[in-house]
Nanobody, 117 residues
Framework: QVSLVESGGGLVQNGGSLRLSCAAS????????MGWFRQRPGTQRELVAR?????????NYADSAKGRFTISKNNDRNTLTLQMNSLKPEDTALYYC?????????WGQGTQVTVSS
């Protein structure tokens, strides 16, 4: 079974940037759905961005991420990346990578992102 390990979180000032990476333990080229979620304090986990290779492929972003975040998938390196620019204090959250494989949802352990005002 594939395992996912996130990295790249940290403390950044308002307006700063971070690049999150999700390293998979095995080949991800055939994984149809991968994405980034986040959980802010006191709230439920929410979708940030996802990428699929179904029907020609697509990328979707939460409204809060559009224009600021970019998701990308590198099949050669088995990594999923989230480039986050123009970060705001409300982006502070625990960020998770996930993949759906044969109907099973797999999560990483999360990486903390804190944006100071």
């Amino acid at each position: 079974q594939v395992s996912l390990v996130e990295s790249g979180g940290g403390l950044v000032q308002n307006g700063g940037s971070l690049r999150l990476s999700c390293a998979a333990s095995s080949d991800i080229a055939s994984i149809k759905y991968m994405g980034w979620f986040r959980q802010r304090p006191g709230t439920q986990r929410e979708l940030v961005a996802r990428i699929t290779n179904v029907g020609g492929g697509s990328i979707n972003y939460a409204d809060s991420a559009k224009g600021r975040f970019t998701i990308s998938k590198n099949n050669d390196r088995n990594t999923l990346t989230l480039q986050m620019n123009s970060l705001k204090p409300e982006d502070t959250a625990l960020y998770y990578c996930n993949a759906i494989i044969n109907g099973v949802i797999i999560w990483g352990q999360g990486t903390q992102v804190t944006v100071s005002s």
